[in-house]
């Protein structure tokens, strides 16, 4: 990964100025991952939309996180780079591989039925959990930007965290000496990405590195029960 960005005032010899233009088709065929960090191409702006890619986050450096929206979370944060450096303009370029629907689990209940005719059970919980966005590898930006990211290229239930209801109730018929088992909680998706960085600066995308294989669980708002067939008992 360059630590050396920007341009040189010293002419550069013709074996070099070559390289670059080979870079530069490289880059622009889409082969990002064959690109040295810090390496750019004059006048290629492919990163702001590049092709084939699931979505773009461009963002100035600091920037500001709102939080949860309530009043004071909300916090001015600095994006380092995967190579430690900041620079005041940023674009990631997400390309989503792979999308799993999941429940996130926050509560369990079961209703017993120990007559000899089938009953109504109602499942309900004082038990509430928080789920957010987690990352197996981070990259580097808060929930609330991965929620705009995911909510634009997976899914517009998406949210960056979610707080689950304790008034939220169902209603199931168990049957003669049996059991029903109820999982509350909300649906969410298991997203697989890739995540390329770049700095913009001079009209020209620099690329500096990137994150391969990166896997997230995302919650979404729908929430409510998951019951069960009946188990004797």
Not at 62 to 81: A, E
Not at 132 to 155: P, Q
Not at 193 to 204: A, E, G, K, L, M
Request: with cysteine.
């Amino acid at each position: 990964m360059s630590t050396a960005l920007g341009r040189s005032p010293v002419a550069r010899p013709r074996w070099l100025r070559a390289l670059t233009f080979v870079l530069a088709l490289v880059i622009t065929g889409g082969l990002t991952t064959a690109v040295s960090a810090g390496t750019a191409s004059a006048q290629n702006t492919s990163c702001l939309n590049y092709p084939g890619s699931s979505y773009t986050l461009r963002f100035d450096n600091p920037y500001y996180d709102p939080g949860d929206g309530t009043p004071g979370s909300g916090v001015w944060r600095t994006f380092h780079f995967p190579d430690g450096h900041t620079h005041a303009h940023v674009v990631l370029t997400f390309w989503i591989r792979s999308v799993t629907p999941t429940f996130n689990v926050a509560a369990q209940a079961f209703v017993d039925n120990n007559t000899n005719e089938t009953a109504m059970g109602t499942f309900s919980t004082t038990q509430s959990k928080t789920f957010t966005i987690s990352e197996t590898t981070t990259t580097g930006v808060s929930t609330t930007l991965l929620g705009t990211t995911f909510s634009a290229s997976v899914s517009n239930t998406v949210t960056s965290s979610i707080s689950t209801s304790t008034t939220i109730q169902a209603s199931a018929p168990v049957p003669p000496h049996s059991r029903v088992n109820g999982d509350f909680g909300v649906d969410a998706y298991i997203v697989n990405y890739d995540v390329d960085y770049w700095q913009w600066d001079q009209n020209t995308c620099w690329y500096h590195d990137s994150h391969r294989g990166v896997t997230a669980n995302v919650p979404t708002t729908r929430q409510g029960w998951h019951l069960y067939p009946a188990v004797p008992i």
